[in-house]
T-cell receptor, first 115, second 112 residues
């Protein structure tokens, strides 16, 4: 069990640039979630995949955000035309099965800083 | 709608004394509840989960939590705090799609 891996760990970019983050879930996990955590707050749900299908998107996910999970393996989260308010920790989590009782396993996150 | 409320934003204890972190939940059906811990600049680690099998749930590192339906509470306890327990703790509820709803977090400070 290698755990959930996220890359990069840190990303610093100028406002208006595009950024892409990658998440590699635990290999047998069919569910993958993205969350955003701002300083001093709990994580907030962004989107969720079951295998390659994106089944739910939060209203927080504006049209500048897009996520993919091709082939049901790794996932990418892209932010276009970044804004100051996008500065946050982006967390990926994965779980196995169909039950909401299954715990999610988190990666260490990607910290995004917008200059 | 499902939600959790953590009643203390900051808790300070001395090493070797008991820890109590309080959480109330709101749910229209039998909830799935979790406690996660987050150390600085790290992801979240699962401490324990409640899924209706038993009201007293034991987790890792000596933590446990008791589900009380009558009080809609799911408080986290540990008999004796260790310096390494200093971290941010989140009470979490899982909704029907499996997505997690987090509380605001409680910062646990452990003094020597």
């Amino acid at each position: 069990d290698t755990g959930v891996s996220q890359n990069p760990r840190h990303k610093i970019t100028k406002r208006g640039q595009n950024v892409t983050f990658r998440c590699d879930p635990i290999s047998e996990h069919n569910r993958l979630y993205w969350y955003r955590q701002t300083l001093g707050q709990g994580p907030e749900f962004l989107t969720y995949f079951q295998n390659e299908a994106q089944l739910e998107k939060s209203r927080l996910l504006s049209d500048r955000f897009s996520a993919e999970r091709p082939k049901g393996s790794f996932s990418t989260l892209e932010i276009q035309r970044t804004e100051q308010g996008d500065s946050a920790m982006y967390l990926c989590a994965s779980s196995f099965g169909r039950e909401r009782t299954q715990p999610q396993h988190f990666g260490d996150g990607t910290r995004l800083s917008i200059l | 709608a499902q939600s959790v409320t953590q009643l203390d934003s900051h808790v300070s204890v001395s090493e070797g004394t008991p820890v109590l972190l309080r959480c109330n939940y709101s749910s229209s059906y039998s909830p799935s509840l979790f406690w996660y811990v987050q150390h600085p600049n790290k992801g979240l680690q699962l401490l324990l989960k409640y899924t209706s099998a038993a009201t007293l749930v034991k987790g890792i590192n000596g933590f446990e939590a008791e589900f009380k339906k009558s009080e809609t509470s799911f408080h986290l306890t540990k008999p004796s705090a260790h310096m390494s327990d200093a971290a941010e703790y989140f009470c979490v509820v899982s909704v029907s799609t499996g997505k997690l709803i987090f509380g605001q977090g409680t910062t646990l400070q452990v003094k020597p």
